[in-house]
């Protein structure tokens, strides 16, 4: 079987504006999360929020360019080319015509669409701007790094909630393994600071009104966050035979499914999309080292993942080092997962886990090594990365140092 | 201090949301024998600040176990509101 390799990232989130800014961040435990600056949120039970400081479209795109698409989707893009510069990648025609691209993204071009509906609905407005739907649609990412590179494969976006990038990366994976691309651009956005989507956040009851604590006993809830990663993925022996270094390879995926509920996770479920991808990587629990974990700082998360490490890690549960980075970037939903998948190959890589800051007290019921407030070294061959979605749809990314 | 009034509204609600028969839903169920879970929870806790003109902070709908509490709870907030005489709830405390 062909084997995988990632060649480039870029990031773009509340943690750092590229990829040497996030990695400092989260080396040094850095909290990305602050008070909401783009948006009115007066009547909003929290206020707390990872944007991404001092983005200006106008420094990454000319004035025409920013105008057609949405701010997810120009995360998307300033993420690939950050990505593509690391990877070194030369575009051929015949590279052009193969690659594949594909995106996730939960909610899309929300600002757009709310900014739209709010022109109808409140200011009594008779028309929305023309470009609603285009900036809106999920795909839009993807369609524009399309046309950034002038990549004319296949591309397509995934949208399964708070799994989607990692279904992406999963599924590009999956395309550069089987031949049918030698590489693949894949990763997710999101920018969901919004007031319609903030108020029905603020509906669940899940999100705080402080900080993210993961695993920590005083955890009162999750914190959003906006951004995007994008990953430059890369049949071995073709990054290799032009004299790429690569950062990790992809090792496997595992995905699984509850069937059980629409918001409450399932330990069963989530252990077995662990237990597939290190099926798929070939490898024993033992293996793993780290595991950047779904960790959103909800009660009923984050005891949940803690059954699962248990169930699909055993004794081995214990000695692995878990840690959530959401309290520093906080929960990007559709860039979730590629975020939390660059920050374990960049781990991987220079053999510092991150922490998980914010960890005030051990809970009983999170009883495991969840790096507390400061980064550690370590030497590790193999980590996880694992997401798991609203409507119970778990997707893991198992990674190699290389 | 409840109501009469008051616990039947609250009851209505609870059995409208979850589509039960009203007959089913007493001031002594507990969640479990409703079949109500956290999410069922603060989808009536949604309906009941509809119903009653209140908001009800989060940390409230995480300690809320039964119907009771659910009627205690509307009970005080409804006080609350009339007493202060003014725009409904304590969101803005809540959140600072």
Redesign the interface.
């Known amino acids: 079987m062909r084997r995988v390799v990632v060649t480039g990232i870029g990031v773009v989130c509340g943690l750092g504006r590229n990829r040497e800014e996030f990695e400092a961040g989260l080396r040094a435990g850095r909290c990305g999360v602050g008070p909401i600056t783009n948006i009115e949120c007066l009547?909003?039970?929290?206020?707390s929020g990872a944007e991404v400081k001092c983005f200006d479209a106008n420094d990454h795109f000319s004035p025409k360019e920013a105008d057609m698409i949405d701010r997810f989707a120009q995360f998307s893009v300033v993420a690939a080319r950050e990505a593509v510069v690391q990877s070194g990648i030369e575009w051929t025609s015949d590279l052009r015509e193969s690659t594949a691209i594909v995106t996730g993204s939960c909610v899309g071009g929300q600002s757009t669409e709310n900014q739209g509906f709010w022109d109808v609905y409140k200011m009594g407005k008779t028309r929305v701007h023309p470009m609603t739907i285009p900036k809106t649609m999920a795909n839009a990412g993807a369609s524009a790094i399309s046309q950034e590179f002038g990549i004319t494969g296949p591309a397509f976006t995934i949208s399964t909630a708070c799994s989607s990038s990692a279904h992406a990366i999963g599924q590009a994976f999956s395309m550069v393994r089987s031949g049918m691309s030698d590489v693949a651009l894949t990763g997710g956005s999101e920018a969901p600071f919004s007031y319609g989507i903030l108020k029905a956040w603020e509906?669940?009851?899940v999100i705080s009104?402080t900080v993210c604590r993961p695993f920590s006993k005083d955890r009162?809830?999750m914190v959003l966050g906006e951004g995007a990663a994008m990953l430059v993925l890369e049949e071995m022996d073709h990054a290799l035979a032009r004299g790429a270094k690569p950062l990790a390879e992809i090792a496997g995926f595992g995905m699984s499914s509850d069937a059980h509920?629409?918001?409450?996770p399932s330990a069963e479920g989530a252990a077995k999309a662990v237990r597939m991808a290190l099926k798929d990587a070939g490898i024993a629990p033992e293996q793993i080292g780290y595991v950047n974990a779904h960790g959103t700082g909800t009660?009923?998360n984050d005891t949940t993942e803690t059954r699962a490490m248990h169930l699909a890690f055993g004794d081995h549960a214990k000695r692995l080092a878990i840690s959530s980075t959401k309290a520093m970037h906080g929960h990007t939903l559709g860039a979730a997962g590629a975020i939390e998948s660059a920050a374990a190959i960049l781990s991987l890589a220079s053999g510092i886990l991150p922490p998980t800051i914010h960890f005030n007290e051990p809970d009983p019921e999170c009883d495991l090594d969840y790096i507390p407030n400061c980064a550690r070294r370590a030497d590790i061959e193999y980590a996880l990365s694992s997401s798991f979605a609203f409507g119970g749809l778990n997707a893991v990314v198992a990674l190699r140092r290389f | 201090m409840q109501s009469d009034e008051l616990t039947q509204r609250v009851l209505r609600i609870i059995a409208e949301t979850q589509r039960k028969d009203p007959a089913q839903v007493t001031i002594d169920s507990s969640f479990e024998e409703l079949g109500i879970?956290?999410?069922d929870g603060?989808n009536i806790?949604?309906a009941l600040e509809n119903e009653f003109d209140i908001n009800v902070?989060?940390?409230e709908?995480?300690s809320i176990r039964s119907v009771r509490d659910m009627v205690d709870g509307v009970t005080r907030l409804v006080q609350m509101r009339q007493s202060s005489g003014d725009a409904p709830g304590d969101?803005a405390a809540?959140?600072s």
């Open positions: 009547d909003l039970r929290f206020r509906a669940m009851r009104p009162n809830g509920h629409i918001t409450q009660t009923v | 879970d956290s999410m603060v806790v949604f902070p989060d940390e709908v995480k969101t809540a959140a």
